[in-house]
C-alpha cells in the first residue's frame, strides 16, 4: 500500500496558476505510475492526467490538455500537476493516486492508493 498526501490546493481567479504536489510513501515510488483525478459537487470522479514509472510518457483528458502538465521526481517520490489558465469548470477536490503497475493509464481501477484530496476553487 502506498501512502500519498496531497498538498498545494486553494482559491484562485480565472487564469491563474497552481502547482499541486503528492508525496508518496510505503512502496519504491519509482515502480509505478501515478495520476491525477478531481471530483467536483455532484459529479463523479474523473480522470485528469497520469504519467508513467519514468516520467516518460504522459496521458491527458482532453479538458486539460495544454494547460496542466503532470511530472514527478522520482529522487524526492512526489508528482506534480502544473495547472495553467485556470477555469471555474476547473474547480474540484484533486485526488492523487498510484497505480497498480508502472504503465500511465486514464481508467480508475488501475489506481489502487488514493490521497485524501486538496480542493481547487476558481473565482470567475
Known amino acids: 500500500q502506498v501512502q500519498l498526501v496531497e498538498s498545494g490546493g486553494g482559491l484562485v481567479q480565472a487564469g491563474d496558476s497552481l502547482r499541486l504536489s503528492c508525496a508518496a510513501s510505503?512502496?519504491?515510488?519509482?515502480?509505478?505510475?501515478m495520476g491525477w483525478f478531481r471530483q467536483a459537487p455532484g459529479k463523479e470522479r474523473e480522470f485528469v492526467a497520469s504519467?508513467?514509472?519514468?516520467?516518460?510518457?504522459?496521458y491527458y483528458a482532453d479538458s486539460v490538455k495544454g494547460r496542466f502538465t503532470i511530472s514527478r521526481d522520482n529522487a524526492k517520490n512526489t508528482v506534480y500537476l502544473q495547472m495553467n489558465s485556470l477555469k471555474p469548470e476547473d474547480a474540484a477536490a484533486y485526488y492523487c493516486?498510484?497505480?497498480?503497475?508502472?504503465?500511465?493509464?486514464?481508467?480508475?481501477?488501475?489506481?489502487?492508493?488514493w490521497g485524501q484530496g486538496t480542493q481547487v476553487t476558481v473565482s470567475s
Open positions: 493516486a498510484a497505480g497498480r503497475t508502472f504503465r500511465a493509464t486514464n481508467r480508475e481501477h488501475d489506481f489502487d492508493s
Open positions: 510505503g512502496r519504491a515510488f519509482s515502480n509505478y505510475a
Open positions: 504519467i508513467s514509472w519514468s516520467g516518460g510518457l504522459t
